[in-house]
C-alpha cells in the first residue's frame, strides 16, 4: 500500500469544504441522537426501572455515542465519497497529483471517522447537560480514543460497500439490512440477556455490540476482562476492513 | 532537444478490450506533440498511461528517463494535467481549489499564494477569485484547470481536450495560453479532435485510429504530402462520377466519393477549376487542404460510434 503523509491534505480538503455544511450537519447530528434519547430515554425509560442502580438513561447514553459515531462515518463514506467519487470525478484530480490512490481513499476515511467523532462528541455535550456524565476525566478521554477506532471501523466498511456500488440505491442494502439490525441487536437499547442463545451468538459477530460493551464499561468505569476480548475484535476487524476498503477502491479508482 | 517521452510497443487492455495496441513514438522535450484521433482511438488512454494515472498493460513506456507507473509520484510532480471533464472542486471557491490542489504537491503556503495570485492574472479570473465554482462559465472553468495545472510549475502539460464546449473566444484564449508556456519551455502533450487546434498548436502529430497510429508528423507537410494543396468538392449525381474523374484525373493526384459529393485532391485547383467550367459543372467548392482532410482520408468519412 502506497500511504504518505498526503492523507493529511485529502483530510484538509474535507475540512475546507465542510465549512459550508457545518450547520446543517451540527443540526442533524444533534437532532438524531437526541431523538433516541428522549424518546428511548425519557420516554420509554420511565417504564424501565432501575439499570443495575442507575437511571435507564445511563445504560442508553453510552450505546446511543457509539451508535451515533457509527451512522455519521458510514454515512460519510457511502454518500459523500460516491458524489466525490461519481458525480465530482474528485478522486481523478487527486490521483493525478503526488497524491496516491491509497491516499486519497484513507484521507476519506480518517475524515469519516472525524465525522463520526463529531457526532460522538455532540452526542456527548447533550448527555451531560441532561445530566448523564461519565464517571471521570479519564473515561471521557478514552471515549474519545474509542470514538475514534469505532468510526474508522465504520467507515472502512462502508467505503468497501461504495468500492463496489453502482449508484446511491445500493447503499440501501447496507444500510437497512446490516446498519439498522445491528443498531437493534447489539445491545445499544436494551441487555442482551434475555435474547436467546442463537441470538446472543449472532450478535457477537457484530461490531457495535463489541463497541457498545467497551464504550458502557469505559461510561461506568466498571471494567470486566471480556473488554480485551471486545477491544481486540475491534481493532482486528478495523485491519482488515482498511486493507480492503484502500486496495477496493484503489481497484475501482484505476484501469 | 533530448527526448522526454518514449514509448516502444504500448499497449493497453481493458480485459479483452484493447484501448492501444502496441505504438511507438518519441515526444521531444520542449515540443508541442499532439493525439488526434476519432472518438475511441485510444487518446486519453494513451495520455493516461503518460500521466501515470492508468498502468501499462504491456510494452514499454518511459517519462523523464523513469518508467511511467501508477506509482511514480517523482513523475507526477512533474506533470501538470488539463483534464477532458471538468473536474474541478465544486465545494470550494476558486481561490481554495487553487490552495487546496498546491498542497497536493507540497508547495509551501506563501509560494502557493504567489502563484495563484500569477496564475489567476495568467487565465484573467483575477475578479474570480472568491467565486464558488458552480457561479462560472464554461470557459471561465476551463481556465481554472489551466491554472490549475500549472501550479507545480510542471515540465510536462497534458492537455486532454482542453477547449471541449467553449465558444471561439474563450477557445482562442485558452490557444495563447498554451502557445506562451510552450514558448517557456514546457513540453506539452494535447488530445484534440479539432484539426485547428492541432494546427495552432502542434509541431507534431500522430493520426490514432482504433489503438494504433496511422500516422506521424509535422501537421502542414502531413497534408502536402497526403492531399496536396487543394481540395475541390464537386456535388454532381453518382451516374456522372465515370465521366468527371476521366476528364479531371489528369489534374489531380486522387479523388474519392462520399455521399453527395465528389473530392479531387490536387497541387493546384486552378486548372481543374477552368475544366470544370469548361464541362459546364458549377456546383463545385475549392479550398486549401487542410488537417482535417488528411483525418478524414485516414479514419474514414463514416460515423465513428
Known amino acids: 500500500m502506497n500511504l504518505s503523509y498526503r492523507i493529511y491534505y485529502v483530510f484538509l480538503r474535507n475540512l475546507v469544504s465542510y465549512k459550508r455544511f457545518v450547520v446543517s450537519t451540527f443540526l442533524v447530528s444533534l437532532v438524531e441522537p437526541l431523538f433516541y434519547l428522549i424518546t428511548f430515554g425519557i420516554g420509554m425509560g420511565a417504564y424501565m426501572g432501575m439499570f443495575g442502580g442507575k437511571p435507564y438513561l445511563y445504560f442508553l447514553v453510552p450505546g446511543v455515542l457509539v451508535s451515533s459515531v457509527m451512522m455519521s462515518s458510514s454515512f460519510e463514506c457511502m454518500y459523500g465519497t460516491f458524489v466525490k467519487l461519481v458525480h465530482e470525478k474528485l478522486y481523478d484530480s487527486l490521483i493525478a497529483t503526488p497524491v496516491s490512490a491509497e491516499d486519497a481513499v484513507a484521507g476519506d476515511i480518517a475524515w469519516a471517522s472525524f465525522r463520526g467523532l463529531v457526532s460522538g462528541v455532540l452526542m456527548m455535550i447533550v448527555a451531560i447537560l441532561m445530566g448523564i456524565l461519565p464517571v471521570s476525566i479519564l473515561s471521557v478521554f478514552l471515549l474519545f480514543v474509542l470514538m475514534i477506532f469505532v468510526g474508522v471501523l465504520f467507515a472502512s466498511l462502508a467505503m468497501i460497500v461504495t468500492s463496489v456500488a453502482p449508484s446511491f440505491d445500493f447503499f440501501n442494502y447496507y444500510t437497512e439490512l446490516i446498519i439498522t439490525p445491528m443498531l437493534f441487536f ?22 457495535l ?3 457498545v460493551n467497551i464504550s458502557r464499561a469505559v ?11 471486545s477491544f ?12 480492503i476498503a484502500v486496495t477496493a477502491m484503489k481497484k475501482r479508482l484505476i484501469k | 532537444m533530448g527526448i522526454i517521452i518514449a514509448a516502444e510497443d504500448l499497449t493497453k487492455k481493458y480485459g479483452e478490450f484493447t484501448a492501444v495496441a502496441g505504438i511507438s513514438f518519441e515526444i521531444r522535450e520542449g515540443e508541442c506533440f499532439g493525439f488526434l484521433g476519432p472518438n475511441g482511438a485510444g487518446k486519453t488512454t494513451t495520455v493516461k498511461m503518460i500521466h501515470c494515472v492508468s498502468p501499462v498493460t504491456s510494452g514499454t513506456l518511459t517519462v523523464d528517463g523513469r518508467p511511467a507507473h501508477i506509482d511514480n509520484r517523482a513523475l507526477k510532480k512533474i506533470t501538470g494535467i488539463i483534464p477532458q471533464e471538468i473536474a474541478l472542486d465544486p465545494d470550494l471557491t476558486v481561490y481554495e481549489n487553487l490552495i487546496i490542489f498546491s498542497k497536493f504537491f507540497d508547495i509551501p503556503r506563501h509560494e502557493a499564494r504567489r502563484r495563484i ?23 471561465m472553468k476551463r481556465r481554472l484547470l489551466v491554472a490549475r495545472a500549472l501550479l507545480n510549475r510542471p515540465r510536462l502539460i497534458v492537455a486532454d481536450e482542453p477547449t471541449t464546449g467553449l465558444d471561439p473566444q474563450a477557445r482562442h484564449l485558452i490557444w495563447q495560453r498554451l502557445r506562451e508556456l510552450k ?10 479532435q479539432y484539426m485547428e487546434e492541432a494546427y495552432q498548436l502542434c509541431d507534431r502529430i500522430v493520426v490514432m485510429h482504433q489503438g494504433k497510429i496511422l500516422k506521424e508528423g509535422v501537421p502542414s507537410r502531413l497534408v502536402e504530402a497526403e492531399i496536396g494543396r487543394e481540395v475541390v468538392e464537386i456535388r454532381i449525381p453518382r451516374e456522372e462520377d465515370e465521366a468527371v474523374i476521366r476528364q479531371l484525373s489528369g489534374f489531380s493526384c486522387g479523388h474519392e466519393r462520399v455521399g ?12 481543374m477549376m477552368k475544366k470544370l467550367t469548361e464541362l459546364d459543372v458549377h456546383d463545385y467548392l475549392t479550398r486549401p487542404a487542410s488537417l482535417e482532410d488528411v483525418f478524414l482520408k485516414l479514419t474514414g468519412r463514416s460515423l465513428i460510434e
Open chain 1, 186 to 207: 447489539s445491545g445499544v437499547f436494551f441487555p442482551l440477556d434475555r435474547f436467546p442463545s442463537w441470538m446472543k451468538t449472532l450478535s457477537r459477530f457484530m461490531p
Open chain 1, 209 to 211: 455490540t463489541h463497541a
Open chain 1, 219 to 229: 461510561f461506568s468505569g466498571e471494567y470486566d476482562p471480556s473488554l480485551v476480548a
Open chain 1, 232 to 243: 481486540a475484535v475491534i481493532i482486528g476487524l478495523e485491519a482488515v476492513a482498511f486493507y
Open chain 2, 117 to 139: 495570485a500569477e496564475l489567476l492574472k495568467f487565465v484573467e479570473l483575477e475578479a474570480r477569485r472568491n467565486s464558488k465554482i458552480d457561479a462560472l462559465s464554461t470557459g
Open chain 2, 183 to 192: 514558448n517557456q519551455g514546457s513540453t506539452l502533450i494535447l488530445t484534440t
Open chain 2, 260 to 271: 453527395d459529393t465528389l473530392y479531387f485532391y490536387c497541387r493546384d485547383g486552378h486548372d
